[in-house]
């Protein structure tokens, strides 16, 4: 799936889904600025469409009251499919983050439970892409029903530093921390070789789970992933062990309060925020805060490998 194909299919849906192409032109007005947290350059983006995600209720309760909105039979009546590989199916993202923004949704309505092996084949299926994972407790809006999502790998500032930073001189799996940068939080690599070594690196990094900061337990729902191929033809995956969903500032009641919730794309460095007044008083220590909340800032860990 190149790069025209990825486009002829956004066309197609948006000439089809006038509500999904307004959302999609509005991207164009998106306000957007750098915020920098030490080595590592992220973006502040002000995205109003984004405020059904942010603000999802993902407890048990409201779960169970509401339809499943990434089944079949309850999804928009334009919304086309692209059966991409089996099991899985390709939607244009209605409310995008970026000008390409998939969602890659399971045939069947099952839990989000863990990282799919088949983002793999989903990467080396669109190298264009990157494929990211939310868990069940780090940013999926629909905790209950198995997806990913897909956007253009070039977009994300964590890939590049990754990229440029874990070489093939350092062992398959590192921790950011061996990058020797000042980063925000850190997280693990990958580099899966087209070996019997590399089958291990795959099947090791989808195991990998957060720590609950509450109850300090390992929890598989507590994970960002991403998948790509990188300019050498590698597979790449980087996961984010979180320990915690949401930070403080989504709770606050007073003036501290943000709605900020940070799923995949704004741990790889796009902290969307839905409220301009948050768009407009985010800075760097915030941010750094909220990072700080939800994932690990020091060494991660041991026990979120599995």
């Known amino acids: 799936m190149d790069t025209e194909a990825i486009n002829d299919f956004v066309e197609r849906q948006l000439d089809a889904w006038p509500e999904a192409k307004r959302n999609y032109d509005a991207l164009a007005q998106t306000d957007r600025r750098p915020l920098k947290l030490g080595d590592l350059t992220i973006y502040a983006q002000?995205?109003?469409?984004?405020?059904?995600?942010?603000?999802?209720?993902?407890?048990?309760?409201?779960?169970?009251?509401?339809?499943?909105?990434?089944?079949?039979?309850?999804?928009?009546?334009?919304?086309?499919?692209?059966?991409?590989?089996?099991?899985?199916?390709?939607?244009?993202?209605?409310?995008?983050?970026?000008?390409i923004h998939f969602t890659i949704v399971d045939t069947q309505h099952r839990r989000q439970d863990r990282i799919p092996l088949e983002m793999a084949t989903m990467a080396e299926m669109a190298p264009d892409l990157a494929i990211f994972y939310n868990g069940a407790r780090a940013g999926a809006s629909a905790p209950d029903h198995r997806h990913c999502q897909g956007v253009l790998k070039s977009e994300l500032p964590l890939i590049r530093i990754t990229e440029k930073h874990h070489t093939l001189e350092l062992p398959v799996i590192v921790s950011s921390e061996k990058f020797g940068l000042d980063l925000p939080f850190n997280f693990l690599s990958a580099i899966v070789t087209p070996d019997e070594k590399g089958m291990l690196t795959?099947?090791?990094?989808?195991?990998?789970?957060?720590?609950?900061?509450?109850?300090?337990?390992?929890?598989?729902?507590?994970?960002?992933?991403?998948?790509?191929?990188?300019?050498?033809?590698?597979?790449?995956?980087?996961?984010?062990?979180?320990?915690?969903?949401?930070?403080?500032?989504?709770?606050?009641?007073d003036e501290?309060?943000?709605?900020?919730?940070p799923g995949a794309l704004d741990m790889a460095g796009l902290m969307i925020l839905p409220v301009e007044s948050d768009f407009k008083r985010i800075n760097p220590e915030i941010a750094l805060q909220i990072y700080n909340e939800t994932a690990f800032h020091g060494a991660i860990p041991s026990e979120v490998l599995p």
């Open 46 to 99: 002000h995205n109003p469409a984004r405020i059904r995600s942010t603000g999802a209720k993902t407890d048990a309760e409201s779960i169970r009251k509401r339809a499943c909105f990434l089944c079949a039979a309850n999804r928009p009546k334009e919304q086309t499919v692209l059966e991409w590989l089996p099991g899985w199916e390709l939607l244009v993202n209605p409310y995008p983050i970026l000008p």
């Open 202 to 253: 795959l099947a090791t990094m989808t195991q990998v789970r957060g720590i609950d900061s509450e109850t300090g337990l390992p929890d598989p729902g507590l994970v960002n992933a991403f998948f790509w191929i990188d300019s050498q033809g590698f597979l790449r995956i980087i996961v984010i062990p979180r320990k915690a969903h949401r930070p403080s500032c989504f709770f606050a009641e």
């Open 256 to 261: 501290a309060k943000m709605t900020v919730s």
